[in-house]
């Protein structure tokens, strides 16, 4: 009878299998099942971190084009960040605060540091970059972006995921748009808005995600809807491009994941690799 070893001779050729070479065949063994519904709603991050791009390049131009003042942004960054801290420690009830240990007092203490740094940075961030050209500026500022979207954690174990990374290409990205607005005030509240809405945040996205799906479905779709009305009033084919863009990601995209999983076709056996499970611990001594 044959044996599948090679340190006994026998007389059959070197290539030779039997019929029960086949019977440990498994197929897809380690592979995922994804409902569509599922897939959509993790697509979420992908849409709100585009629409925060989005919203901030449009901040942006209203302000460089004059259309809206650093006092009318600071205050209304400043009563939405008030509304989202509370709206961050009622999801919970509080529960991730006392968790991590940290006061309203110190988080008080932290936004008044950087408030002040930025305020008293804002001259030498405005002329910073005097230098180079606007068009570089601008280069410059849309390959961090990128960079930005492409490092972000949407929450998948990758290697190239680097929230830290993700973050500063994003506020390298305003200092760099900033230094071209008017004035140093412009410059001041443009940073401190790019901080809230890169930083701050997707960390409310998150608790918003974990702890109320529903919830976090509708700011989504409010916040898509948002993005999309303020770049339509600056290109109604930039609107519709972007538009197309959300829709291929959240709908198509996973459609196509569905239907290429189906597809899948890994086979397991006895031709696989072999794995030492007994400790050879003692073989080492």
Not at 39 to 68: E, I, N, P, R
Not at 99 to 124: E, H, I, M, N, Q
Not at 156 to 172: D, G, Q
Not at 205 to 211: D, H, N, R, T
């Amino acid at each position: 009878r044959w044996q599948k070893v090679l340190y006994e001779r026998q007389p059959f050729p070197d290539n030779y299998v039997d019929q029960r070479f086949l019977e440990e065949l498994r197929k897809n063994v380690h592979a995922r099942q994804y409902r569509y519904q599922a897939v959509v709603f993790q697509s979420g991050a992908v849409v709100q971190q585009l629409c925060s791009v989005c919203v901030f390049v449009l901040t942006w131009w209203y302000m460089d084009a004059g259309m809206l003042s650093p006092q009318g942004l600071f205050g209304a960054a400043l009563v939405s960040s008030l509304l989202g801290y509370v709206l961050f420690d009622a999801v919970d009830c509080g529960a991730g605060r006392w968790a991590s240990g940290r006061t309203r007092w110190a988080d008080l203490k932290s936004t008044l540091v950087f408030a002040a740094f930025t305020y008293g940075f804002s001259p030498v961030l405005k002329t910073l970059t005097e230098s180079i050209s606007t068009d570089t500026i601008y280069a410059m500022s849309a390959l961090m972006l990128l960079g930005h979207l492409i490092f972000f954690d949407y929450g998948a174990n990758a290697a190239i995921v680097s929230s830290t990374l993700s973050l500063n290409m994003a506020i390298f990205a305003s200092v760099c748009l900033a230094s071209r607005l008017p004035r140093s005030l412009h410059t001041f509240v443009m940073v401190t808005f790019a901080m809230q809405i890169f930083a701050l945040w997707p960390m409310l996205q998150k608790k918003l995600k974990a702890q109320t799906p529903r919830c976090y479905v509708g700011v989504t779709v409010l916040f898509a809807l948002a993005a999309l009305a303020g770049l339509a009033t600056v290109s109604s084919v930039g609107a519709v491009l972007f538009a197309s863009l959300l829709l291929a990601i959240s709908c198509l995209c996973p459609y196509c994941l569905i239907r290429l999983q189906l597809l899948k076709d890994n086979i397991h056996g006895p031709w696989d690799e072999a794995e030492i499970k007994e400790d050879l611990s003692r073989f080492l001594m």
